[in-house]
T-cell receptor, first 114, second 113 residues
């Protein structure tokens, strides 16, 4: 069975550009969450989507947006990139957003902003 | 507010000796707690989870953790370290309102031959 897949695995962008990261959850999972992991730190919550609706948002600026599609895949968009946006972006999928439900993470997208 | 504190940023053990990675949590509710492992340049893999059932939780690769409410702790242990255990370990609490995960700062485990 395929796990959580993210694309691309790596990319380099210039300050001010826009980036789109993609995530396909495990088959049957309806909830997708996004996390940002800066080098040397634990992941920080950005968004959670369930049934195509935003169910949670972390403390990130409006330059960050996301959406979930009818097939439950998701995109994370970041506008006006800053050097500080350089990080590993992780997507996690779960059956439903529930406290006791474990999340399964993808390998991440390594974004470098220069 | 939920939070977790990982008490050691780095732990070094010799191969074949026990591993102890410490985590304290703060929660207004009965928490759901998890341990994840991250190998270099990899995503996060779930080791084990606590969800108010048995207080001693067994996970993959010989790891286990004990939930101690009186000490607000959820320490991760393994009887005998293997070289392949070298990685970053994250203690995680699930926020009951938003179901987001709140991560600790991580503990880097080094296993010496």
């Amino acid at each position: 069975d395929a796990g959580v897949t993210q694309s691309p695995t790596h990319l380099i962008k210039t300050r001010g550009q826009h980036v789109t990261l993609r995530c396909s959850p495990i088959s049957g999972h309806k909830s997708v969450s996004w996390y940002q992991q800066v080098l040397g730190q634990g992941p920080q919550f950005i968004f959670q989507y369930y049934e195509k609706e935003e169910r949670g948002r972390g403390n990130f600026p409006d330059r960050f947006s996301a959406r979930q599609f009818p097939n439950y895949s998701s995109e994370l968009n970041v506008n006006a990139l800053l050097l500080g946006d350089s990080a590993l972006y992780l997507c996690a999928s779960s059956l439903v957003p529930a406290e006791q439900t474990e999340a399964f993470f993808g390998q991440g997208t390594r974004l470098t902003v220069v | 507010a939920q939070s977790v504190t990982q008490l050691d940023s780095h732990v070094s053990v010799s191969e074949g000796t026990p591993v102890l990675l410490r985590c304290n949590y703060s929660s207004s509710y009965s928490p759901s707690l998890f341990w994840y492992v991250q190998h270099p340049n990899k995503g996060l893999q779930l080791l084990l989870k606590y969800t108010s059932a048995a207080t001693l939780v067994k996970g993959i690769n010989g790891f286990e953790a004990e939930f101690k409410k009186s000490e607000t702790s959820f320490h991760l242990t393994k009887p005998s370290a293997h070289m392949s255990d070298a990685a970053e370990y994250f203690c995680v609490v699930s926020d009951p309102g938003t179901y987001k995960y709140i991560f600790g700062t991580g503990t880097r485990l080094k296993v010496l031959a």
